[in-house]
Nanobody, 123 residues
């Protein structure tokens, strides 16, 4: 199994910055893509940013130019640098990875989710 633990959320004023981290642990054989999602109250969970193992990135239009996703493959860690935060960025942010575990190397990879970290941006 793979466990994901996010950290770095909190309360920040509009225009401020936060850096989220997500550490993956467990019987990991390999991690393919990793991504950040967010879910605001009363809304569906949405993709914020994603990154492949090679470092190719993609962003939702709402965060492009303000957020930067990165990863450290040696540490199985995912990051999200969030700058110029807006009140509409307020949400629970979730980490997701697509990974193979050592006991299922020859099977398709599975998706794993973290428990989420709250980000609140005040106006």
């Amino acid at each position: 199994q793979v466990q994901l633990v996010e950290s770095g959320g909190g309360l920040v004023q509009a225009g401020g910055s936060l850096r989220l981290s997500c550490v993956a642990s467990g019987t990991i054989f390999s991690i393919n893509f990793m991504a950040w999602y967010r879910q605001a109250p009363g809304k569906q969970r949405e993709l914020v940013a994603a990154i492949t193992r090679a470092g190719n990135t993609d962003y939702s239009d709402s965060v492009k130019g303000r957020f930067t996703i990165s990863r450290d493959n040696d540490k199985n860690t995912l990051y999200l640098q969030m700058n110029s935060l807006k009140p509409e960025d307020t949400a629970v942010y979730y980490c997701k990875c697509n990974a193979r575990t050592r006991d299922l190397v020859y099977f398709p990879p599975n998706d794993y989710w973290g428990q989420g970290t709250q980000v609140t941006v005040s106006s």
